[in-house]
């Protein structure tokens, strides 16, 4: 015996006619006289199940009323189509069986405050929204992936307990390790991702980074999910392409395969419809500029000196500039890690980009030219106050084979916020971790 059900509401097209078991959770469930209506869903989808008094044993109908929201069930029936559903089928139901039954689900349909839900987070991801939300999340990762697999990029994972400092040491989570001393939670998985291209020419990792960052807006956690390619012989012009071709490639992927899940969220596809490359490229210098003429566009948009970095409000008034993301090129060196290459014309500036996403989401990509020489990383390790000892590994690097090479790294949670329209990076992870929320 199997507890398996015939097919997923997904595909039920396929049963057109036929007799089916599904088995899953009700959504909702209305009773007119002799009908019983049951939302059922499975994680697929959802269909409408209709009880007709008429149709089935007395028992069966006894069943169906006993059921409640998110109870567990198997229902069986004959699939018909039907105009009026959203899936374009209904089941006709021959029978019941209930595998349990819930009392005073926490969450009904009636409006609850986002504090009330992010308690039941572990409950909450059963609604239709999150549902759409979290499916999204899982295409944008597998679209991210299988395009740079099919570039001929190699996955190389890098470790999460780490030694030292990447991006700065303000913000590590730390954690004693025996009798090694401090060990940190990864910012990035870059250093290590490094080692990789030098072995591979084109690698990528994956996985969650730490920032012990107490913001409380609402595009930051302390732990994300990041990948980060990295590729031998490339500058500072190829990685912007690299990064442009993409972001398109996944926001195109998402256009045609979740529509649905876009539509849950009413999420208007005009403005994803044109991200494609190539896209436009600004310096930080033109970005300060605008931002000095235009501030009054955005509020809470200040103006702001040369060697300033910007705000979640300068980057919203930068890209409402454009129609598609935007790079913004060249930093000052000063307000940003210390791996990056210089700009061999103008020292004082890095060989840098951050991709702002359209429509006020914010940077959702990092990434530069990296230094390639070992004398000038040592000094930049040294300038930063860092302990050039505990880098050796990564200056070797540079002293065995180096060559110029770039990467950058993209914030998953950032990515699906802005493609999926929504406002708050909360939502975009199943289980957010921020500066006040650690439960569930
Ligand atoms: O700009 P960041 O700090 O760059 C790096 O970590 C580089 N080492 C990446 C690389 O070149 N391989 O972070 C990269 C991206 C950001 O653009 C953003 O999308 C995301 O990571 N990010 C965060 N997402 C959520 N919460 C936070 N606190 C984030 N910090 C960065
Ligand atoms: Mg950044």
Request: with cysteine; hydrophobic share 40%.
């Amino acid at each position: 015996m199997s507890l398996l059900p015939t097919t997923s509401i997904a595909a039920i097209a396929d049963y057109a006619g036929q007799t089916v078991t599904l088995s899953g959770w009700i959504y909702n469930k209305t009773e007119k006289g002799k009908l019983i209506f049951l939302m059922l869903r499975d994680g697929s989808a959802t269909i409408q199940c209709v009880v007709f008094k008429k149709n089935v044993a007395e028992e069966v109908f006894a069943r169906a009323q006993q059921l409640t929201q998110e109870s567990a069930c198997r229902i069986t029936g004959e699939v018909r189509a039907d105009e009026r559903s959203a899936s374009g089928y209904e089941l006709d139901v021959r029978d019941v069986e209930i595998v349990s039954l819930t009392h005073d689900y926490p969450i009904s349909p009636k409006e609850h405050g986002v504090e009330f839900l992010m308690e039941h987070r572990h409950l909450w991801v059963r609604s239709a929204k999150q549902h759409a939300l979290l499916r999204i999340r899982a295409e944008v990762i597998a679209a991210a992936q299988e395009w740079l697999n099919a570039q001929g990029f190699i996955r190389y994972d890098s470790p999460i307990l780490t030694a030292t400092a990447a991006e700065g040491t303000t913000n590590l989570f730390g954690t004693d390790y025996f009798d090694l001393g401090r060990a940190y939670l990864a910012q990035t998985g870059q250093l290590y991702v490094e080692s990789g291209m030098m072995s591979f020419g084109k690698v990528y990792c994956f996985g969650p980074t730490f920032r012990a960052e107490k913001s409380k807006t609402r595009r930051h956690l302390t732990e994300f999910w990041m990948i980060e390619p990295e590729v031998a012989f490339a500058d500072h012009d190829d990685n912007m392409v690299l990064q442009e071709q993409f972001v398109s490639a996944i926001v195109q992927r998402v256009l045609d395969r979740r529509g649905a899940d876009l539509k849950t969220l009413e999420r208007d596809t005009a403005p994803l419809e044109r991200v494609l490359a190539p896209f436009p490229r600004i310096s930080y210098d033109e970005a300060v500029d605008l931002v000095n003429t235009r501030h009054g566009e955005v509020e809470g948009c200040t103006p702001m000196v040369w060697g300033e970095d910007f705000g979640a409000p300068h980057e919203t008034l930068i890209a409402q500039q454009f129609d598609r993301p935007v790079f913004v090129e060249r930093y000052p060196s000063a307000i940003k890690a210390f791996y990056m290459e210089p700009d061999p014309q103008r020292p004082e500036v890095a060989l840098c980009a951050d991709l702002l996403a359209s429509e006020g989401y914010g940077e959702i990509i990092g990434g530069s030219q990296r230094i390639h020489d070992a004398a000038l990383l040592e000094a930049r390790i040294r300038e930063h106050g860092l302990n050039v000892d505990d880098y050796q590994w990564y200056i070797d690097l540079r002293r065995y084979g180096t060559v110029p090479h770039s990467g950058f790294g993209m914030g998953i949670e950032r990515a699906v916020a802005w493609i999926s329209g929504t406002r708050h990076i909360r939502e975009t992870i199943p289980f957010p971790r921020q500066l006040y929320r650690i439960y569930p």
